[in-house]
């Protein structure tokens, strides 16, 4: 039996033709982690800076926190663009190399195992690649979406 680590890096693995927009959309999200970590402290800090008798420096503040939420809307917007583009592409190319793989069997497989059956199964595999791709490099992603 093949363990789930084994699986989870044989799905990466298919990534390999495209492995810089991947490496790339990794990063993007540990970039975005941090924007998300930062932005409720520049909050806090603000909210300190409003608080004082002076205000000194409330609007620096202020201007940096709207630039890392700015900033991270923008940046989630990027990285789940090209996550979605990304897993796209590699179900295409996924579902291109197994119906190769099912057609080109010998017609006595097909005799015995339907090929209508083998094209459902790699329906529902491709589908649950692309969810993995996408949960693995989309922080946001609609709700909607999420039970293609």
Same mark, same amino acid.
């Given at each position: 039996?093949?363990?789930?680590?084994?699986?989870?890096?044989?799905?990466?693995?298919?990534?390999?033709?495209?492995?810089?927009?991947?490496?790339?959309?990794?990063?993007?999200?540990?970039?975005?982690?941090?924007?998300?970590?930062?932005?409720?402290?520049?909050?806090?800090?603000?909210?300190?800076?409003?608080?004082?008798?002076?205000?000194?420096?409330?609007?620096?503040?202020?201007? @940096?926190?709207?630039?890392?939420?700015?900033?991270?809307?923008?940046?989630?917007?990027?990285?789940?663009?090209?996550?979605?583009?990304?897993?796209?592409?590699?179900?295409?190319?996924?579902?291109?190399?197994?119906?190769?793989?099912?057609?080109?069997?010998? @017609?006595?497989?097909?005799?015995?195992?339907?090929?209508?059956?083998? @094209?459902?199964?790699?329906?529902?595999?491709?589908?649950? @690649?692309?969810?993995?791709?996408?949960?693995?490099?989309?922080?946001?992603?609609?709700?909607?979406?999420?039970?293609?």
């Amino acid at each position: 039996m093949v363990s789930i680590f084994r699986t989870y890096l044989r799905v990466i693995g298919l990534l390999a033709p495209e492995k810089m927009l991947a490496i790339t959309l990794a990063l993007a999200n540990l970039a975005l982690a941090g924007i998300y970590f930062i932005e409720p402290v520049l909050f806090g800090k603000v909210v300190d800076a409003l608080s004082t008798p002076t205000k000194q420096g409330a609007m620096h503040m202020v201007g @940096l926190w709207a630039l890392a939420g700015f900033g991270g809307v923008i940046a989630s917007v990027w990285v789940s663009l090209h996550a979605d583009r990304l897993a796209h592409r590699r179900r295409l190319a996924v579902i291109s190399v197994f119906f190769e793989h099912a057609i080109s069997l010998p @017609l006595a497989f097909h005799g015995e195992n339907h090929t209508g059956r083998l @094209l459902r199964i790699m329906h529902a595999g491709s589908s649950n @690649l692309f969810n993995l791709w996408l949960s693995f490099f989309a922080i946001i992603w609609p709700r909607c979406c999420r039970s293609w």
